[in-house]
């Protein structure tokens, strides 16, 4: 709170004789304030809520809480009945903590008000005054420099001679016949002294004195890099828009904020379906196992990007590879991580030899690798790897025949597919394998103890137990696994054939898995 106090102090220091300005907390609690506030509030001191020293302090006190980010208007008035403000509200973010910056405004005969006075010529937007006769009453400085003119060639001239917008000259009339709180109107565009072309946002705040709008602030804000910024970032969109390459952006927690036309064509998803989703569970294909994944973005985070061959999944649940490049974006000024990945798709450029290769590696249907590819992956590290526990389960779904001949092979391939994915996410660090048919090999690596094993294998049966949703239906499978541990100098094909047993000698007895009893 010190640092508060002091970081408050120097707020302060910069308002001397300008508006009457108040710190406080995010709880409305009076943390610091100069001179100029004390004389126009008489009892205020810190630690002071809002409500103990303004009457209509309410309307305050929502802003507070809805946390405003921009200059607000607020009319209030204080306890004693004397004085009557416009109130503005700036949230202050500081060391991680919102605090909000009071400036009061007196609403009083803005002629005679040698502190407002004071508080118009120091603020940077121009202002200027008009009386109830809609006749100039004053021009601050940064107005005079901003439309060329001096304070003598305008005083006394009415709002109409000045402004040639005819709806702020249209909202002006408004508010004198309404009596509204204030107005705020956008893009107004001027040229400065330099001629070149400025966006003004114009906010108008009417004077209500016994129940009559005897005075009104019309007051240009210079927006013209926030219009700038955007219109730079409408032309950025519209490029990523048309850009041949697949793009989305992600938050910090890899939810996709942005995906261009590109990508969604692509992936054959909907915009809808996009947004807001994580990009990894979205497109997973199952193709990579876990270290994959640690590898790449061990790089991201300490490189600020990755790129590489990755295979993902469209919205059809067809496999796909694309030239994936991730880089991280970091706000200058909120700190907030993005993440960009950029997809060009693979799909027509494969090699004709990758493509071989390819086919000769992987089960077309699910993706799972064919027996070849697993014997002498496995194989390869068995010999290296003797002294961990690998453990193979050999897999099928029950009944598969009956089904297939009760729905059709589709469907019966939809199942299949389905399996599959499910071994994918359970087992994302094993080599999964279509041994033919409806069943899958799976080679564990793990030094997990066999009790930890079988109650994963459990949870697994569990999991495949859970519906499948083919053409709005609802279909059920269930499985059976045998399991065998590589214990001395065992061949991957001798491994796989004790789980070929184990699982068979389940079935008779009526048990979902099985351990070979060697």
Request: hydrophobic fraction near 40%; aromatic fraction near 12%.
């Amino acid at each position: 709170m010190n640092q508060m106090n002091d970081y408050a102090k120097t707020i302060l220091l910069k308002a001397r004789n300008a508006f009457p300005t108040i710190i406080l907390d995010e709880n409305g609690k009076v943390i610091q304030f100069n001179n100029e506030a004390r004389q126009v509030l008489k009892d205020l001191k810190e630690g002071l809520i809002v409500t103990d020293f303004l009457n209509e302090a309410i309307k305050i006190v929502d802003q507070l809480d809805n946390k405003v980010d921009i200059y607000e208007p607020v009319n209030v008035s204080t306890l004693d009945y004397k004085k009557v403000f416009s109130a503005f509200i700036d949230k202050i973010e500081f060391k991680q903590r919102t605090y909000f910056s009071l400036k009061f405004l007196e609403l009083k005969g803005y002629e005679t008000n040698h502190l407002i006075r004071n508080g118009f010529q120091h603020t940077i937007d121009a202002i200027l005054l008009i009386g109830k006769d809609q006749r100039v009453i004053a021009a601050n400085d940064a107005y005079l420099k901003l439309f060329k003119t001096t304070e003598e060639s305008i005083t006394g001239k009415h709002i109409v001679e000045l402004e040639k917008d005819t709806r702020v000259i249209h909202k002006i009339d408004t508010l004198f016949s309404e009596k509204s709180t204030f107005e705020t109107l956008n893009l107004r565009s001027l040229k400065d002294i330099h001629g070149e072309t400025i966006y003004c946002q114009v906010i108008l705040i009417p004077s209500v004195r016994e129940n009559k709008v005897t005075a009104m602030q019309i007051t240009y804000r210079n927006i013209t890099e926030n219009q700038l910024n955007e219109h730079k970032l409408s032309i950025f969109k519209k490029i990523i828009h048309h850009y041949n390459d697949g793009v989305i952006i992600t938050d910090e927690s890899l939810r996709i904020v942005f995906a261009n036309e590109a990508f969604l064509n692509m992936t054959k998803f909907e915009a809808n379906k996009v947004i807001g989703r994580r990009a990894k569970k979205l497109l997973y294909s199952g193709y990579h196992n876990e270290s994959f994944y640690q590898s790449m973005w061990q790089s991201i985070n300490t490189k600020g990007y990755w790129q590489g061959e990755i295979w993902d999944m469209k919205q059809n649940g067809v496999a796909f590879p694309v030239w994936l490049q991730i880089f991280t974006l970091i706000d200058e000024e909120t700190k907030a991580l993005s993440y960009v990945g950029i997809y060009k798709d693979l799909s027509d450029f494969q090699s004709r030899n990758k493509r071989i290769l390819l086919l000769l590696e992987k089960d077309p249907l699910t993706a799972a690798y064919n027996r070849t590819y697993f014997l002498d992956k496995v194989d390869e590290r068995l010999s290296y790897e003797k002294y961990k526990r690998n453990y193979i389960l050999f897999m099928d779904v029950n009944d598969f025949k009956q089904f297939n001949d009760s729905f059709g092979h589709s469907l019966g391939d939809e199942v299949l597919m389905e399996i599959s994915r499910k071994l994918f996410y359970y087992f994302s660090d094993s080599i999964i394998a279509r041994y033919g048919g409806d069943e899958f090999i799976i080679h564990i690596e793990d030094n997990m103890d066999l009790n930890i094993l079988e109650e994963k294998i459990k949870s697994f049966i569990n999991f495949a137990k859970e519906p499948i949703i083919l053409n709005n239906r609802k279909h059920f499978a269930s499985v059976s696994i045998g399991i065998s541990m590589f214990t001395n100098n065992e061949t991957v094909v001798q491994l796989i054939n004790e789980a070929d047993q184990a699982m068979y000698q389940a079935k008779k007895e009526g048990k979902a898995y099985k351990f070979f009893d060697k």
